[in-house]
T-cell receptor, first 115, second 113 residues
Framework: DQQVKQNSPSLSVQEGRISILNCDYT??????FLWYKKYPAEGPTFLIS?????DKNEDGRFTVFLNKSAKHLSLHIVPSQPGDSAVYFC??????????????FGQGTELSVKP | KAGVTQTPRYLIKTRGQQVTLSCSPI?????VSWYQQTPGQGLQFLFE???????NKGNFPGRFSGRQFSNSRSEMNVSTLELGDSALYLC????????????FGPGTRLLVL
């Protein structure tokens, strides 16, 4: 049972345009969501997070939107740059009930930004 | 601050052996979580330690175990290695006080032959 799903295995975007990566979850206990960027054979790098009490969080070129009723979140990267090319993972945790240290990851979306 | 460090970075073992991986968290972080990444299963949670106690556990067999020391450093051990244990093992740390952004180390690549 996959509680966090990223349905698009890959996404290709032109440099300077917007990249939109999507993530769906099923567990209504999740209250904290994170996006990580990962290169092969390296550890994930934290990008941005959002608490379930918010519907939007912005950090520079990265914005995460959360739609709790739809159990959906998305990461927007504007403008996209070739250096953004990597695999992006969505992750969720349920901080209540002391489950905050357990991240559930989606399968990842490979983003390719073409010059 | 120095980031999360993991040793060794690469390891080759044979079936039936055991292995111990080490993780040093970011200074001041008291929570350490371990994850396994494989091509087929993606990133899966193994366990979390906080203040030397296992606080959460994933769905892995008992061959996978861990511990945390008083300085928050953590080790994980895999006994009786199987071919399917070949993976990238990642350690992540967080303050553990409700701020649950986890920061990852570079990982240990384990190959079981």
């Amino acid at each position: 049972d996959q509680q966090v799903k990223q349905n698009s295995p890959s996404l290709s975007v032109q440099e300077g345009r917007i990249s939109i990566l999507n993530c769906d979850y099923t567990n209504s206990m999740f209250d904290y969501f994170l996006w990580y960027k990962k290169y092969p054979a390296e550890g994930p790098t934290f990008l941005i997070s959002i608490s379930s009490i918010k519907d939007k969080n912005e950090d520079g070129r990265f914005t995460v939107f959360l739609n709790k009723s739809a159990k959906h979140l998305s990461l927007h990267i504007v403008p996209s740059q070739p250096g953004d090319s990597a695999v992006y993972f969505c992750a969720a945790s349920a901080r209540s009930g002391n489950q905050g240290g357990k991240l559930i990851f989606g399968q990842g979306t490979e983003l390719s930004v073409k010059p | 601050k120095a980031g999360v460090t993991q040793t060794p970075r690469y390891l080759i073992k044979t079936r039936g052996q055991q292995v111990t991986l080490s993780c040093s968290p970011i200074s001041g972080h008291r929570s350490v979580s371990w994850y396994q990444q494989t091509p087929g299963q993606g990133l899966q949670f193994l366990f979390e330690y906080f203040s030397e106690t296992q606080r959460n556990k994933g769905n892995f067999p008992g061959r996978f175990s861990g511990r945390q020391f008083s300085n928050s450093r953590s080790e994980m051990n895999v006994s009786t290695l199987e071919l399917g244990d070949s993976a990238l093992y990642l350690c992540a740390s967080s303050p553990g006080r409700g701020e649950e952004t986890q920061y990852f180390g570079p990982g240990t690549r384990l190959l079981v032959l």
